[in-house]
């Protein structure tokens, strides 16, 4: 967790460290936990600096095990934020859960959740922000002429547990 910022307000920033045996872990998801680590480490440093002004939420950087075997560790997550009354803790105090998966990519093409694509039974109160959080993905790409597209945003991966409780 970042040492400030409002914990009644934490943006949560995922990704899993298992993979599979018939699939390149280096990418399935060494990228993506790669990637959590180097912004970790981005975001500390900047914490470091005096004119950086203080951030208003706080981060927490989670690395989910079982992922591939069914969500095992954000799921436990969710349900133990869920059941706990701890402030700060607190599935209530969650804004946004983003989660990094496969960000390796042969085509150098980077793949964005499609927030409007959500499975039938995504809370209502998720859909809004999850297409918001799509669109300033989108429109960065655009912004650096990186190629994208949207991939489907199913909950088969370990932002699928926060999805569920409304996340």
């Known amino acids: ?95 946004i859960n983003l989660n990094y998966d496969m960000l390796g990519s042969p085509n150098y093409i980077f793949g964005i959740y499609d927030g409007s694509t959500s499975r039938n039974g995504t809370p209502s109160q998720a859909i809004p922000g999850s297409k918001k959080i799509s669109s300033l993905f989108k429109d960065w790409f655009i912004q650096q002429n990186l190629p994208w597209d949207y991939t489907q945003f199913s909950g088969r991966s370990d932002y699928g547990p926060f999805l569920a409780e409304g996340i």
């Open 1 to 95: 967790d970042t040492p400030s910022g409002d914990p009644t307000q934490t943006i949560v920033i995922g990704s899993h460290s298992d993979s599979v045996p018939a699939g390149p872990g280096i990418n399935d998801n060494g990228s993506g936990s790669a990637a959590n680590l180097a912004m970790a480490v981005a975001l500390a440093r900047l914490f470091r600096t005096s004119t950086y002004p203080k951030y208003k939420y706080r981060v927490r950087f989670c690395w989910w095990g079982a992922e591939e075997v069914g969500l095992l560790g954000s799921d436990h997550h969710v349900k133990q934020a869920k059941n706990t009354s701890i402030v700060g803790e607190r599935l209530s105090d969650y804004l």
